[in-house]
């Protein structure tokens, strides 16, 4: 969850740092600091700030070194910290350095055995200037260090229990970087006299589209002349450089107030770049996939795991799936999955879903289910991330880079691709006729523009915003796949917002949710499944008996649902198996405008972060 970023060349590193962070503030961090070797020392600047104050801590560490003017040097490492051993302050901030200032380091993850190694480190007299398990690794360094840079990196990477990606710069080898990956994101960048590593390409594109994914166990020595990576015995590794088709300009907010409100928008663009290379003609077509046929007509049950927003994509594909294929599907939160002891066969499929690539505990269930035998499709936005690697298919959303740590093109082309997965199995398994695969594909290939429609009939959310922002606690109901959408509805509005926001069932109110129910109270209500729209009429009518203020969410042209309503957002017209991504968008905007007028930090709301690498 915290970002790193590694420079050395002949440029100063220091600015190149700050700039590379800066790409990386998505992620979420509470406080950043940066290393810099130059004449065999190390100058550490660091800064932390409470989320209560205005400036981020990564602005104080501009300041603090003057853009990165008064901290000289060619090699350095850098880093954004989203705590989790001890309190966001200056000394628990990385860079750590070792008690002989020979050694730098910056972690992201977390050492599981560091208690114990933190005991032992003590006495032998090494002693600790923060509460975080980062540390020891500085200080194993110095143990193990005997002249040879590459032995002490592999010594103490032998010692270290848990998930990290390290890097490492000693103020004996000027110039040199070593980076270290396991089970935590980590890439490296090829330049030209210049190379790189970071937790995201995000930091490095505006330097190099040139990149080197590190597998688990993986460790890299960085020049500015040459990158050389290893096997964990040390071997020599050849390594394949992959080139990123995106720059940094698609990086950019592009005249938007927020990179939320800007992918919001992308979404019709982001979809069809889903959609559009998996279609041909009136054919649905995964190419390279190698998946069979005839595994697909053996296939009993369907886990989809992931997490978040994720998980509620899952939701929505649930439904369809079993609709069109008539196989029994489960959507399995990943942290819960992993421990479960799940029961899984050779003739089950595991569809692990991520916009990242780099879950923790989506990465650990899949890894748990592949072990048990299931074969593994993945939906994955960020092409060669860890979770790719580890599934036998991948679907790619092919949505270019997300930035706001609330997912939006994320969602919306993950439960498009889930869509043409149930289309592409039902024909495979014989339970839809050429007919209704026909109709299916034209509701696919209509996504993007129900996308855009979804923006275009609803001018005036920001009124409505308006109108309800000030809420203490918002209620969403729907039914069926309105009730999947409401979830993740649900989720935007808190995660940005920070106002307090559930949704239930609309047919379990009475059985405990409605007790909530009070005047004024906002429920935000989906009637879009026209299959069960008279028992959503009913519930409107029970919480509106109750004091509640209706926000409806209904078909464009449908008016049955004006009399119930104090305010109704409309949703284009589709079939009622593909609706979810044109009612989803217009709740993104809600949500958008909520926390907008609620003055909260859109794009890097508080105790969040993009890619959530530890457990």
Same mark, same amino acid.
């Given at each position: 969850?915290?970002?790193?970023?590694?420079?050395?060349?002949?440029?100063?590193?220091?600015?190149?740092?700050?700039?590379?962070?800066?790409?990386?503030?998505?992620?979420?961090?509470?406080?950043?600091?940066?290393?810099?070797?130059?004449?065999?020392?190390?100058?550490?600047?660091?800064?932390?700030?409470?989320?209560?104050?205005?400036?981020?801590? #990564? =602005?104080?560490?501009?300041?603090?070194?003057?853009?990165?003017?008064?901290?000289?040097? $060619?090699?350095?490492? /850098? @880093? &954004? !910290?989203?705590?989790?051993?001890?309190?966001?302050?200056?000394?628990?901030?990385?860079?750590?350095?070792?008690?002989?200032?020979?050694?730098?380091?910056?972690?992201?993850?977390?050492?599981?055995?560091?208690?114990?190694?933190?005991?032992?480190?003590?006495?032998?007299?090494?002693?600790?200037?923060?509460?975080?398990?980062?540390?020891?690794?500085?200080?194993?360094?110095?143990?193990?260090?005997?002249?040879?840079?590459?032995?002490?990196?592999?010594?103490?990477?032998?010692?270290?229990?848990?998930?990290?990606?390290?890097?490492?710069?000693?103020?004996?080898?000027?110039?040199?970087?070593?980076?270290?990956?396991?089970?935590?994101? #980590? =890439?490296?960048?090829?330049?030209?006299?210049?190379?790189?590593?970071?937790?995201?390409? $995000?930091?490095?594109? /505006? @330097? &190099? !589209?040139?990149?080197?994914?590190?597998?688990?166990?993986?460790?890299?020595?960085?020049?500015?002349?040459?990158?050389?990576?290893?096997?964990?015995?040390?071997?020599?590794?050849?390594?394949?450089?992959?080139?990123?088709?995106?720059?940094?300009?698609?990086?950019?907010?592009?005249?938007?107030?927020?990179?939320?409100?800007?992918?919001?928008?992308?979404?019709?663009?982001?979809?069809?770049?889903?959609?559009?290379?998996?279609?041909?003609?009136?054919?649905?077509?995964?190419?390279?996939?190698?998946?069979?046929?005839?595994?697909?007509?053996?296939?009993?049950?369907?886990?989809?795991?992931?997490?978040?927003?994720?998980?509620?994509?899952?939701?929505?594909?649930?439904?369809?799936?079993?609709?069109?294929?008539?196989?029994?599907?489960?959507?399995?939160?990943?942290?819960?999955?992993?421990?479960?002891?799940?029961?899984?066969?050779?003739?089950?499929?595991?569809?692990?879903?991520?916009?990242?690539?780099?879950?923790?505990?989506?990465?650990?269930?899949?890894?748990?289910?592949?072990?048990?035998?299931?074969?593994?499709?993945?939906?994955?936005?960020?092409?060669?991330?860890?979770?790719?690697?580890?599934?036998?298919?991948?679907?790619?959303?092919?949505?270019?880079?997300?930035?706001?740590?609330?997912?939006?093109?994320?969602?919306?082309?993950?439960?498009?691709?889930?869509?043409?997965?149930?289309?592409?199995?039902?024909?495979?398994?014989?339970?839809?006729?050429?007919?209704?695969?026909?109709?299916?594909?034209?509701?696919?290939?209509?996504?993007?523009?129900?996308?855009?429609?979804?923006?275009?009939?609803?001018?005036?959310?920001?009124?409505?915003?308006?109108?309800?922002?000030?809420?203490?606690?918002?209620?969403?109901?729907?039914?069926?796949?309105?009730?999947?959408?409401?979830?993740?509805?649900?989720?935007?509005?808190?995660?940005?917002?920070?106002?307090?926001?559930?949704?239930?069932?609309?047919?379990?109110?009475?059985?405990?949710?409605?007790?909530?129910?009070?005047?004024?109270?906002?429920?935000?209500?989906?009637?879009?499944?026209?299959?069960?729209?008279?028992?959503?009429?009913?519930?409107?009518?029970?919480?509106?008996?109750?004091?509640?203020?209706?926000?409806?969410?209904?078909?464009?042209?449908?008016?049955?649902?004006?009399?119930?309503?104090?305010?109704?957002?409309?949703?284009?017209?589709?079939?009622?198996?593909?609706?979810?991504?044109?009612?989803?968008?217009?709740?993104?905007?809600?949500?958008?405008?909520?926390?907008?007028?609620?003055?909260?930090?859109?794009?890097?709301?508080?105790?969040?972060?993009?890619?959530?690498?530890?457990?």
């Amino acid at each position: 969850m915290c970002g790193i970023v590694g420079f050395t060349g002949a440029e100063q590193a220091a600015p190149i740092l700050l700039e590379g962070l800066r790409r990386l503030e998505y992620r979420g961090y509470d406080s950043a600091g940066l290393a810099v070797e130059n004449g065999g020392r190390i100058t550490v600047v660091k800064a932390s700030v409470p989320v209560t104050k205005e400036d981020s801590s #990564l =602005i104080t560490l501009t300041r603090r070194t003057d853009d990165g003017k008064n901290v000289p040097g $060619t090699c350095g490492i /850098s @880093h &954004t !910290r989203w705590a989790t051993h001890g309190a966001p302050t200056d000394y628990n901030s990385h860079p750590h350095m070792s008690c002989d200032g020979r050694f730098a380091i910056v972690h992201n993850g977390i050492i599981e055995n560091y208690v114990t190694l933190r005991q032992e480190l003590v006495e032998k007299g090494y002693e600790f200037a923060s509460e975080t398990d980062s540390e020891v690794v500085a200080h194993l360094l110095e143990m193990y260090y005997e002249g040879d840079f590459k032995a002490a990196v592999m010594k103490t990477v032998a010692r270290l229990e848990g998930a990290y990606a390290l890097g490492i710069v000693c103020s004996e080898h000027p110039g040199t970087l070593y980076a270290v990956r396991m089970a935590s994101p #980590l =890439i490296l960048g090829a330049g030209k006299g210049e190379n790189f590593f970071a937790s995201d390409v $995000t930091a490095l594109v /505006s @330097h &190099t !589209r040139n990149v080197i994914y590190l597998e688990d166990g993986e460790f890299a020595c960085l020049t500015p002349e040459s990158i050389t990576v290893y096997a964990p015995d040390g071997a020599e590794v050849e390594k394949q450089i992959s080139v990123v088709e995106w720059d940094v300009e698609t990086a950019s907010k592009g005249g938007y107030e927020h990179f939320m409100l800007k992918e919001i928008m992308e979404q019709p663009k982001a979809i069809k770049n889903a959609i559009d290379p998996r279609l041909k003609g009136s054919e649905i077509v995964f190419e390279d996939m190698s998946l069979t046929d005839e595994d697909i007509k053996n296939i009993d049950r369907i886990i989809i795991t992931a997490c978040g927003s994720a998980s509620y994509a899952g939701q929505v594909g649930r439904y369809v799936i079993e609709k069109l294929c008539r196989i029994p599907v489960s959507v399995e939160l990943a942290s819960e999955l992993r421990y479960s002891d799940p029961i899984i066969t050779d003739r089950t499929l595991l569809i692990v879903i991520s916009q990242s690539g780099e879950t923790a505990d989506t990465k650990a269930a899949l890894e748990e289910c592949k072990a048990r035998g299931a074969k593994v499709l993945g939906i994955i936005n960020v092409v060669g991330s860890s979770i790719a690697r580890l599934c036998n298919d991948v679907l790619y959303n092919w949505a270019g880079p997300e930035i706001a740590v609330a997912t939006t093109k994320g969602y919306t082309t993950q439960v498009a691709l889930l869509y043409m997965f149930a289309v592409y199995a039902a024909k495979v398994r014989g339970t839809i006729d050429r007919e209704e695969y026909a109709t299916c594909v034209d509701a696919i290939k209509a996504l993007p523009e129900q996308a855009q429609r979804a923006v275009d009939i609803n001018p005036d959310v920001a009124k409505t915003a308006k109108k309800y922002y000030d809420q203490e606690h918002i209620f969403f109901i729907g039914r069926n796949i309105d009730y999947a959408v409401s979830l993740e509805g649900s989720l935007k509005l808190k995660e940005i917002s920070y106002l307090h926001s559930e949704a239930y069932p609309a047919g379990e109110l009475k059985h405990g949710p409605i007790a909530l129910i009070n005047d004024g109270r906002l429920v935000v209500a989906l009637c879009c499944y026209d299959e069960l729209f008279d028992k959503m009429l009913s519930n409107i009518k029970e919480v509106r008996a109750r004091g509640a203020r209706v926000l409806a969410v209904a078909a464009e042209g449908d008016d049955r649902v004006l009399s119930e309503a104090d305010d109704v957002i409309r949703v284009p017209a589709a079939h009622e198996l593909f609706g979810a991504i044109g009612e989803v968008v217009p709740l993104q905007l809600f949500a958008y405008y909520v926390a907008r007028e609620n003055g909260c930090s859109i794009d890097k709301p508080k105790n969040l972060a993009k890619s959530v690498t530890v457990e």
